[in-house]
Nanobody
């Protein structure tokens, strides 16, 4: 059974940085495509970033391009989301998600079978 545990959230001022981590266990991370999603209070969950299991493709929502970077370290069973130049509108609970050898539709939450519990990111002015 795949388990995902996020960490690294917190309170940061606008313009600051945070790095989220998602520790993967139960299977071999290298076979799983990984995504980061977020849900702000009162809003639907939205796609943030994804990385294909093969490591040759990444995708980002337009609002974070140039500020966020997704990466994976299969040896450490961990996926990261480096978030720079944070904005107030980035405030949300951030979730990581996994799906076995998924090649397409990485931006859709329905593509992922496994989810973490989420970590809160709050950006203040």
């Amino acid at each position: 059974q795949v388990q995902l545990v996020e960490s690294g959230g917190g309170l940061v001022q606008a313009g600051g940085s945070l790095r989220l981590s998602c520790v993967f266990s139960g299977r071999t991370l290298s076979r799983y495509s990984m995504g980061w999603f977020r849900q702000a209070r009162g809003k639907e969950r939205e796609f943030v970033a994804a990385i294909r299991w093969s490591g040759d493709y990444t995708s980002y929502v337009d609002s974070v391009k140039g500020r966020f970077a997704i990466s994976r370290d299969n040896a450490k069973n961990t996926v990261y989301l480096q978030m720079n130049n944070l904005r107030i509108e980035d405030t949300a609970v951030y979730y990581c998600a996994a799906d076995f050898q998924r090649y397409t539709f990485l931006t859709s939450s329905r593509s992922y079978d496994y989810w973490g519990q989420g970590t809160q990111v709050t950006v203040s002015s």
